[in-house]
């Protein structure tokens, strides 16, 4: 997901677009229906912009099942069966645009789902989604935290695990105000582990750089539609696409090929 | 769900709510934990308004839960691998209220699912979370069809189940049209199976009665929120609950006594 949180879409070049909408359709023979396939970050918000324009998905819409299938996500990785109380405990960091938004829904999922959330969301947006989002969670009494602790082991020894839902694929570190940015720098350091949303924050969607020398190195990736051409980078254990919703002919315009979601699934494992 | 599709709400006895909020407030300790419990069309209709004003669920967020839950309570009934091709059809037939929004999302949903759905939906709504919905069930090549055939023959032959999404309830059958009216006399008549969303169209919400004695006939029975008090006459196969999405402290308000959700299950069975 690509959409900022308030209301802005990434810049575009449509001559770009043009060729590569033309290139995707004519798909390589060579390549073997199970190849994994990354967007390029233009690829990525053309895929997004038809599915809110073309096919009238709301941004609502989406954020939800976006969120839902990241909770799902967390419950392959992390059965509730398997994990000890103090592990059933989730820290989930959320910036300011639709990362956090998708963010606060994987919380409030998660609490369905009888884990223990618990939101740091320091930075947070004007926009109406957003605050509806943010009442959801605090009505249903996830405690949010005030700041975080920087001595990281105070965090590692109060949670099982943290879900970074703090910058999606289009923002730059730069936008996101300095509470985020401290809190970026805090989850480099943990040992607990760590579930990134779409992108490992802070990553280059594009090339997986800037940050990624010395950035996040998440255990669990869950990319949110389709995965970003810097999840070839991802080097964590376990890879999700939670992308169900994409319809068949969207997946084929973009020549995705992803293993298919079994019975009823919202994620599949990449 | 009781909200109608174009915004209105139902008229609420302000009185009565009060007596039945204290009445709650005290459940009567020799009732059992299993035991099912029904919202008055008074309790639902107080319980929507506290999702939507006080938890700020979005009313898109609330049809896309609700008919993603639906779609997967047809796959616990009916199993994509023991269908055979002709049997994975499904006639999804939507009103022009809320409850045909929610069965236009479950069609779609359906459809990701691998089944056949063909929509029937002769009224449509002007409003635009309905537009929406409709564009994209189009844009995935899900059929509309033109209009109904009255040889119910016809229809037990092409489709394997029906899905009833034509009346919610609060809303009368006179309100919603001829074309409606007339799909609804022909979804008796049907000897295939038929599974009605949060009531059987056409039934007293509270009672059952008015259509009850000579009504629908469902087989499945998915309650959206919480059972409506009529679902206590039903006598299909199969009853779940798609309520997963109310938070505790509203299940606890309105003492709901309902069987748990396992793993990440949206729905229950009752």
């Known amino acids: 997901m690509l959409l900022k949180g308030r209301g802005g879409g990434s810049p575009c070049n449509s001559h770009r677009l043009t060729a590569t909408m033309s290139s995707v359709a004519r798909p390589d023979p060579a390549e073997t229906p199970e190849e994994q396939r990354f967007l390029s970050t233009e690829e990525a918000a053309a895929l997004e912009r038809e599915l809110l324009e073309d096919y009238r998905f709301g941004r609502q819409q989406l954020v939800e099942l976006c969120g839902h299938a990241s909770a799902v996500a967390v419950t392959k990785v992390f059965p509730l069966p398997t994990l000890s109380r103090k592990q059933r405990t989730v820290l989930v960091v959320c910036g300011p645009e ?82 985020c940015t401290r809190a970026l720098a805090t989850l480099k350091l943990l040992s607990i582990p760590l579930v990134s949303l779409d992108i490992p924050s802070g990553w280059d969607a594009e090339t997986g750089g800037g940050d990624s020398e010395d950035g996040l190195r998440p255990d669990v990736l869950v990319s949110l539609a389709a995965p970003k051409r810097c999840a070839g980078r991802f080097s964590g254990r376990h890879h999700f696409v939670a992308g169900r919703f994409v319809p068949d002919d969207v997946r084929r315009k973009f020549a995705l090929r992803l293993p298919g979601y079994s019975g009823t699934d919202c994620v599949a494992a990449l």
Chains 1, 2 share one sequence.
């Not at 930075?123 to 602790?149: A, G, N, V, W």
């Open 98 to 179: 639709q990362n956090g938004a998708v963010g606060l829904v994987c919380a409030r999922h998660l609490r369905v789902f009888e884990y223990e959330p618990t939101i740091f969301y320091p930075t947070r947006s004007l926009d109406l989604l957003h605050r509806d989002l943010t009442t959801q969670c605090e009505k249903m009494d996830i405690p949010f935290l005030s700041y975080l602790p920087t001595e990281v082991q105070l965090i590692n020894d109060a949670y099982g695990l943290v879900v970074d839902a703090v910058l999606g694929p289009g923002v730059q570190p730069g936008e996101i105000g300095g509470p």
